[in-house]
């Protein structure tokens, strides 16, 4: 069965320092989605994407966050200077449409900034 | 105000027991998704509607769009069962908005 990949499984690294966040959706979706869960806390909602661009995103993703598909399977999320507050799982997920659709979540990243 | 709320948040429960989680939310939706959070985090998709009901094994879901308010049961619990149940709905912009969850402990 098809699933959604996310790499790393968990991330260390200190603040002010870049990470990449990588996702491979299944490969006939459409759109593509991140989210993150802080410890403790709800799953939010921060940016789906669609043909190249942004479709939606949340006021959590500020400048310091971009996405790319860089190649036609990948899906990334870049932070591009850490801070101690974006410690958290960054969970990717994917549909084959927009709206009324289910959606297919990876296994997630742990991030943990220090 | 949380626009989406659960009730309850723990749920203890013994084996075959029949389980309700509700769901409340206070925007207008598009649909309604049920999904379902391991300890080990991953989530996966239990249901998704717009009105009326779905089934699916021993999980039933349903919604009443007018009072704003679904509930997910499990009937004959089992230990497995134990997870995060969470309800989140989506809005005109196709946005999740999610609620925090319940979390289900099914004893043997």
């Known amino acids: 069965e098809p699933e959604v990949t996310q790499t790393p499984s968990h991330q260390v690294t200190q603040m002010g320092q870049e990470v990449i966040l990588r996702c491979v959706p299944i490969?006939?979706?459409?759109?593509f989605y991140w989210y993150r869960q802080i410890l403790g806390q709800k799953v939010e909602f921060l940016v789906s994407?669609?043909?190249?661009?942004?479709?939606?995103k949340s006021e959590i993703f500020d400048d310091q966050f971009s996405v790319e598909r860089p190649d036609g399977s990948n899906f990334t999320l870049k932070i591009r200077s850490t801070k101690l507050e974006d410690s958290a799982m960054y969970f990717c997920?994917?549909?084959?449409?927009?709206?009324?659709?289910?959606?297919?979540f990876g296994p997630g990243t742990r991030l943990l900034v220090l | 105000k949380n626009e989406v709320e659960q009730s309850p948040q723990n749920l203890t429960a013994q084996e075959g027991e029949f389980i309700t989680i509700n769901c409340s939310y206070s925007?207008?939706?598009?649909?309604l998704h049920w999904l379902q959070q391991h300890p080990g985090g991953g989530i996966v998709s239990l249901f998704m509607l717009s009105s009326g009901k779905k089934k699916h094994g021993r999980l039933i879901a349903t919604i009443n769009i007018q009072e704003k308010h679904s509930s997910l049961h499990i009937t004959a619990s089992h230990p497995r069962d134990s997870a995060v149940y969470i309800c989140a709905v989506e809005g005109s912009n196709y946005q999740l908005i999610w609620g925090a969850g319940t979390k289900l402990i099914i004893k043997p």
């Open positions: 925007v207008g939706i598009s649909a």
């Open positions: 490969s006939n979706h459409l759109y």
């Open positions: 997920a994917s549909s084959a449409d927009r709206g009324m659709q289910t959606q297919y």
């Open positions: 994407f669609y043909n190249n661009e942004i479709s939606e």
